[in-house]
């Protein structure tokens, strides 16, 4: 199978030298969908970020390649990198109410990256975001391309930014924790929003959460981060039947999934945490070797 | 208590209003002082010397509010005050709003080694009293409408720099100014593009209180002698010399020292009114 993108062994640490990520691989394959689930903190964010080139100042790449397409991404020089992202990878954030600049108007958010990406002409651009709009079945687009994000509410903004996101008909979405902020009762259709236009458009898809519940209905493989280590790597059957790594079966015995419909949920048990972070630990004794 | 959408917007349109109305008197006084000031303001009459405002017994007719020592008439004395008040407030204020916002944004948005020869040089600036400051500057430069203007410029661009540059590095924190960057703007496009519209607000906000102030130290400069030569009239040169005179003519003290005060207080509340009307999250 081949992946769209491919990170191999990054390495991220604070520039103060305190490791976030500790030789994250991961795959994720055209057209399909994958899982990055751990606790918050874990770093899930952070590749993400590492990824579309958008890392917070104080984090840097100590290591590690990132390809996307087939192209090593730190091989191009600044500008061409943010142009080859741009075009082929776009995020769904997890807060819609930063997401979008407070002061513009809906419409030439969506047409922006149109514009920017595919050099469109902007009457072209705006008739797109209105069928995009439609797409993700906002009512009435026409006037939300015209309102401001704080006249909207979050459900709406996500739409709006699910639909921002396919625009420039990118392979590769990463949804950041795309529900976390919002109401639970727009959380399933957002969700199911998400799979859909994934579906239709033929991307493949980084799905990060801490919900193995969602994981098992979205995905077809996924990964389990841990302390910024990648502890299992799996498909999603396999790891729903026979976790290999304890910590991953702790967490799905903490979980309310197929395998454990109604039945009691046991906590993580503290020794399985500390013998993770031990695991973890080890690891980074190994790389300082 | 005060439910922040109800009860204090609505006076917030009236201030505005009330501000921004006191202040086209004052610039539609600037422009025609020629001609709708009564009398020259720097016509001296010592036979008309402190005559009181006109509701007072002995006025003399055509002088509403009195005159000062000299038999100038203080109307049209505050009148053409307000040619050089405005012209100090909107001069003085923008320069002074140009250089702190441009450094306080470039600081906060960028931040890594721009904002650390900038802050350094803030805090430094700081350090100096900001009067002793402009006096001696004014010592050296001499007297004059210029030196004014840089003086207020070099003692306020730090008050932006530090309130802008604090909003830029908040806002650079979003998640729109990432996304900004993914579809492609360089840096500098999406600090101009993303990151200017959303600070805009403060900007302004910032900008008319600044102005306020430069008519105040323009006035403090007056006051002890250090504005514009003392035959054009200036608000703070006619408070200085109404203040000689006070038991026996408090009108030539007070009046400007009223006009100084609206003015002051206008400018600031304008600034506040402004914030609200343009801030798309509060209006
Ligand atoms: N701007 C930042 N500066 C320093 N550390 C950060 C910053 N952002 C995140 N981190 C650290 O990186 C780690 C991973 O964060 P993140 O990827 O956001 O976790 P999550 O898995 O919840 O998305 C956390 O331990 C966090 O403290
Ligand atoms: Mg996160």
Known sequence: MNSFLEVRNLNLSLKAGMPILRSVSLNV???????????????????????????????????????????????????????????????????????????????????????????????DAEARAVELLHE?????????????????????????????????????IIADEPTTALDVTVQKQILRLIAEMQQRHDTALLFVTHDLGVVSKTCDTLSVLYAGKVIEEARMRRFFTRPIHPYSAALLKATPTYTNPRGSLTPVPQSVIDATEREVREHDMRASR | MRDARGDVTRPIGARLWLSGAWLALLVLAALCAPLIAPKDPLMQDLFLGRMPPFWVTGAEPGYLLGTDSLGRDVLSRILYGARLALIVALVAGSLTCFIGATLGLIAGYYRGWPDRIISRFVDIWMAFPPVLFAILLIAVMGPGLVSIIIAIVVIDWTRFARVIRAEAMSQGAMDYVASAQVAGRTRFGTMLTEILPNVLPTIVALLTLEMGIAVIIEAILSF????????????????????????????????????????????????EGLKDRFDPVLR
């Open chain 2, 224 to 271: 002890v002698n250090l504005s514009i030569s003392t035959d054009s009239p200036t608000w703070g040169g006619m408070i200085a010399e109404g203040r000689t005179s006070v038991h026996q003519a408090w009108w030539v003290l007070v009046f400007p020292l009223i006009t100084l005060f609206l003015t002051v207080l206008s400018f600031s509340q304008l600034g």
């Open chain 1, 136 to 172: 993700v079945h906002i009512p009435d687009p026409a006037r939300v391309m015209k309102s401001y994000p704080h006249e909207l509410s979050g459900g709406m903004r996500q739409r709006i930014l699910i639909a921002s996101a396919f625009a420039a008909e990118p392979k590769l």
């Open chain 1, 29 to 123: 394959a055209a057209g399909q969908v994958h899982g990055l689930v751990g606790e918050s903190g874990a770093g899930k964010s952070m590749i993400g970020k590492a990824v579309l080139g958008t890392l917070p100042r104080a984090l840097q790449v100590t290591s590690g390649e990132i390809w996307l397409d087939g192209v090593n991404l730190n091989s191009l020089p600044t500008a061409e990198r943010r142009k080859t992202i741009g075009a082929k990878a776009a995020l769904i954030p997890q807060d819609p109410l930063t997401a979008l600049n407070p002061s513009k108007r809906i419409g030439p958010q969506i047409t922006r990256r149109l514009v920017d990406i595919l050099g469109w002409q902007k009457s």
